[in-house]
T-cell receptor, first 113, second 116 residues
Framework: GDSVTQMEGPVTLSEEAFLTINCTYTATGYPSLFWYVQYPGEGLQLLLKATKADDKGSNKGFEATYRKETTSFHLEKGSVQVSDSAVYFCALSFNFGNEKLTFGTGTRLTIIP | EAGVTQFPSHSVIEKGQTVTLRCDPISGHDNLYWYRRVMGKEIKFLLHFVKESKQDESGMPNNRFLAERTGGTYSTLKVQPAELEDSGVYFC??????????????FGPGTRLTVL
């Protein structure tokens, strides 16, 4: 079946450091790919998405590129802030989001000043 | 516009008891999804309603779980009888039937269920 594998956490970085959280997927067909974020005490929020190969999703300084050849969707940010501390989930879905989301295990990110 | 709301935020029950979780989707959203995250693992899909009909219930773990969405508005997820392994965070999400061009699922804050 479809699955998402993402980098084990927790990840701790200093403010202004470069962030990469790896995500790879296994799927039959061509899914849409997503990064969701859960800030402390809140629900999941869509951070960014890409619906086809070579698309780049971006939001709040975060970026991820849909790489079909490596079945990857790694999340990157050039300079993290304390406010980026959260749990990040990589996910896939079919039919432009009308079907269920398949999530990875989540990566807890802590940014220290 | 109000977001997806879930009630209760926390529930602590004993093994064998019954618990009912409620989800109120964003008004007008016909798609409603239930997910859960157990023991810090991945968030897993439970089921998907389109209006009041179950579109996909392939993720329901067993017949102790019963989901309903009467009238196509709010939904309830009942666990009866609860077992220890049911502990986790239950998330609800909703989306419109036809997005433009993509249907983003909007999530509620979750209900943390602890079965003792």
């Amino acid at each position: 079946g479809d699955s998402v594998t993402q980098m084990e956490g927790p990840v701790t970085l200093s403010e202004e450091a470069f962030l990469t959280i790896n995500c790879t997927y296994t799927a039959t067909g061509y899914p849409s790919l997503f990064w969701y974020v859960q800030y402390p005490g809140e629900g999941l929020q869509l951070l960014l998405k890409a619906t086809k190969a070579d698309d780049k999703g971006s939001n709040k300084g975060f970026e991820a590129t849909y790489r079909k050849e490596t079945t990857s969707f790694h999340l990157e940010k050039g300079s993290v802030q304390v406010s980026d501390s959260a749990v990040y989930f990589c996910a896939l879905s079919f039919n432009f989001g009308n079907e269920k989301l398949t999530f990875g295990t989540g990566t807890r990110l802590t940014i220290i000043p | 516009e109000a977001g997806v709301t879930q009630f209760p935020s926390h529930s602590v029950i004993e093994k064998g008891q019954t618990v009912t979780l409620r989800c109120d989707p964003i008004s007008g959203h016909d798609n409603l999804y239930w997910y859960r995250r157990v023991m810090g693992k991945e968030i897993k899909f439970l089921l998907h309603f389109v209006k009041e009909s179950k579109q996909d219930e392939s993720g329901m773990p067993n017949n102790r779980f019963l989901a309903e969405r009467t009238g196509g508005t709010y939904s309830t997820l009942k666990v009866q009888p609860a077992e220890l392994e049911d502990s986790g965070v239950y998330f609800c999400a909703s989306s419109p039937l036809r997005g433009d061009p993509y249907n983003e699922q909007f999530f509620g804050p979750g209900t943390r269920l602890t079965v003792l």
